[in-house]
């Protein structure tokens, strides 16, 4: 076949595609951006994980009959954390994640790159580095990390810029060596503006470094512009139910939101989290609900 003829062929093909899935002005609910999947963030069922009321085994079974795509689950659910699993966890978990039909979208671990003990710090790097390999042996393109709890007054910033950039350096020829990305949370802490998250990311500058982009942990005038801002830097997300303005919590704009994703270059995982009061297992289902819709 002609290459003229094969393209035509496949602009046919992919117009038919279209059509089935766009039938009398009904779009099916699984007809979404390409490459946009969703994903469950773990600590939706912090406590009840925490508590031992459900299992990793039952929450994978969880997220597969209610059809996420896949599971972000965060190192201190495996037993025995910081210190990693065994093999035969680590690979149990992702043979069932398979069989299931689920991705593994991340992973994560706790450390405080601001600590004022620099052998804590230095613990933490090494805690890092191990739960790249970890990430590695789950499949996870991204493990997620803190920059660390402080937030020094201005006159002190500079330092502890330098500092953080300098542990987070220490972690990147483990993340290249695995084919694992680091990714900064902001996380209301030492990184709580857009400006923050991309002084500290173009300081390091690395193919191995991203940002979780959660949406909740921008608290200034216009979260929104923070995360438009942010979103080229973005390896993987944290979509939550609610964000702040001026300090002040109010329901995501998930219309808002989904615009900004849609205009930006970002493919990949969407994982969301809903925290707060509530069951997870009604919470869970209505926020993905929704988020489906805001991603047609």
């Given amino acids: 076949m002609k290459r003229q003829q094969f393209l035509q062929g496949l602009l046919a093909l992919t117009a038919t595609s279209l059509a089935s899935e766009s039938l009398g002005g009904y779009t099916s609910p699984n007809f979404y951006r390409p490459g946009l999947k969703t994903s469950l963030n773990a600590y939706s069922f912090n406590d009840l994980l925490i508590k031992g009321k459900i299992t990793l085994e039952e929450l994978l079974e969880f997220c597969a009959a209610r059809q996420f795509d896949a599971i972000d689950i965060t190192g201190y659910y495996f037993k025995g954390y910081p210190a990693v699993p065994a093999d035969d966890i680590i690979f149990g978990f992702k043979r069932k994640a398979h069989h299931l039909g689920l991705g593994i979208s991340g992973t994560g671990v706790r450390n405080d790159f601001t600590h004022a003990d620099p052998s804590v710090r230095k613990a933490h790097v090494e805690t890092v580095k191990a739960w790249t390999e970890v990430a590695a042996k789950l499949g996870a393109p991204v493990l997620r990390i803190f920059t660390g709890l402080a937030y020094p ?79 080229p830097y973005a390896v993987n997300w944290q979509i939550k139910e609610k964000m702040f303005v001026n300090d002040k919590e109010q329901l995501t704009d998930l219309k808002k939101i989904f615009d900004l994703i849609k205009a930006s270059a970002y493919r990949g995982y969407l994982p969301i989290e809903t925290l707060g ?14 988020v489906k819709k805001a991603m047609i």
């Fill in 153 to 231: 007054p201005q006159s002190e910033r500079k330092q502890y810029t330098e500092i953080v950039a300098e542990h987070i350096s220490q972690c990147l020829e483990s993340a290249k060596s695995h084919g694992v990305i680091i990714a900064i949370q902001n996380h209301h802490d030492f990184i709580r503006t857009g400006d923050e998250v991309i002084e500290l990311l173009k300081l390091i500058d690395s193919p191995w470094l991203g940002l979780v982009l959660d949406i909740g942990s921008y608290h200034g005038a216009n979260p929104y512009e923070d995360i438009r801002k942010t979103i």
């Fill in 277 to 290: 009061a509530g069951d997870p297992f009604k919470k869970v289902p209505l926020f993905l609900s929704a």
